[in-house]
């Protein structure tokens, strides 16, 4: 389904048009109307990402919209312990470094809380990384890099959306297209909800976009189901 469909009038757009009742052209027509909705539109966006995101399992769902792959490669610069995270990571997957001699390994995930070894001792180590700390847009490796070397560390992520702009117009929204009906309807909601709370249509779209909710979880929790994730343990780690 296109975002906004003036042509064949069954875009995104034109179906919000149709849900609130404000007619052919209300929304398409007026620049501060598309801004609005647009709006809307992306705040359905982040509903729809937290409900593929808790139901995805193994199966890594990204925005079909979306230019490359999750995943991001920076250098490795000897002596540098932190490394900024991109922007529009939402959850780290996985951490990967390169040795010295071009072999990569997988970081384990540390916490500081749970290690026996000083703080202070760990941020003094030298030689190749095998664990990482996360804080808020950082990644802290340990030990620290002896060694530089070009791409040498790589993040796996998960990451929101590709939002839509007031000027789209083929634009689609990048889930399945059995579901791209929860953003005319979501669009809706959130008008009527606050223009006409009142309106009899509101609790019927209610439950359709709760429906269609469910039945999109369902959907991305089967998509890969001879890999369903595995029960993880979490251990402390000492790194003596």
Known sequence: MQYND???????????EDYTDLGDGYISGNSTMLKKFTAYANEVSDDIWSVIWSSAGSWQWDDSNQADLPQATTDIVSGQAKYT???????????????????????????????????????????????YFVFND???????????LVGGLKVFFDRAGVSFSP???????????????????????KWLSIKQPTNSSLLLYREKYKEKLEAMKEYYARRWEDNAPPVITTTSENFE
């Open 6 to 16: 003036t042509t064949n009038k069954n875009g995104i757009i034109q179906l919000a």
């Open 85 to 131: 995270i991109p922007p529009d990571i939402l959850t780290i997957k996985r951490v990967e470094v390169k040795n010295e001699n071009g072999g990569w390994t997988k970081l384990k995930p540390f916490t500081r809380e749970k290690t026996a070894t000083p703080i202070g001792e760990l941020e003094t180590r030298t030689g190749c990384p095998t664990h």
């Open 167 to 189: 000027s789209d117009t083929t634009k689609s929204p990048g889930i399945a297209s059995p579901f791209h009906e929860l953003y005319p309807l979501g669009m809706a909601i």
């Open 138 to 148: 950082t990644i802290q490796l340990y030990p620290i890099p002896s060694y530089d």
